[in-house]
């Protein structure tokens, strides 16, 4: 009879890996940048050697592409779970959506992918497929009627205008001034809406 171990399933162990890399790369991404994420400073930053690194994401590309996707579904799922609220509160998350970790990450893949021919085409999927997924979550969250005139650019216009918070938040702590911007935003996104 052999003895019972509290060793963890070998297939959980390589999820967790998964994950703390997923999670380790965009923090770097957003911290250090393209040119300072690396697999051995993301692999670093995870607490896994640099070829449990490769065996999971085989080029640097694989890593930041998947670790940008990944954050992106979570943040997705989060805005999903949102309980049912005034368009004020929306709008507010949706911004958030673009003044975070995931943000600067992802503005970072975008200029990386702007230079590497290799990286441009896997970003632009990427951005397409998570921007598809944002319009309709907000569509929902804000209860948009899109068959009505100008529904669908006023969502649009919105998430348009939460990038631009986003950017501007990139260089300096804008939270004040952006404070002011939500409310007025949620106060024409509630009227074009209605």
Not at 7 to 21: F, G, V
Not at 58 to 85: C, I, K, M, N
Request: glycine share 6%; net charge negative.
């Amino acid at each position: 009879m052999t003895p019972p171990t509290d060793r963890t399933p070998k297939q959980d162990r390589s999820r967790a890996t998964r994950q703390r890399l997923l999670e380790a790369a965009v923090a770097c991404l957003a911290e250090h940048g393209w040119a300072g994420s690396t697999v051995s400073v993301v692999a670093e930053h995870a607490g896994v050697s640099r070829g449990a690194a490769q065996h999971h994401f085989p080029t640097r590309e694989d890593l930041f592409t998947a670790a940008v996707e990944y954050v992106a579904e979570e943040r997705s799922a989060a805005l999903r779970a949102l309980p049912v609220q005034g368009r004020t509160a929306v709008v507010a998350a949706l911004v958030d959506l673009y003044t975070g970790p995931l943000f600067r990450a992802a503005l970072q893949l975008w200029v990386a992918a702007s230079n590497e021919a290799q990286l441009r085409p896997r970003v632009t999927e990427l951005e397409a497929r998570v921007g598809r997924e944002t319009h309709r979550i907000a569509v929902e969250l804000l209860a948009a009627d899109e068959t009505k005139p100008g529904a669908r650019e006023t969502v649009q216009g919105l998430l348009d205008m939460a990038r631009g918070l986003g950017l501007a938040n990139v260089l300096t702590d804008d939270t004040a001034r952006r404070q002011r911007v939500v409310a007025q935003w949620a106060a024409l996104v509630d009227d074009a809406l209605d």
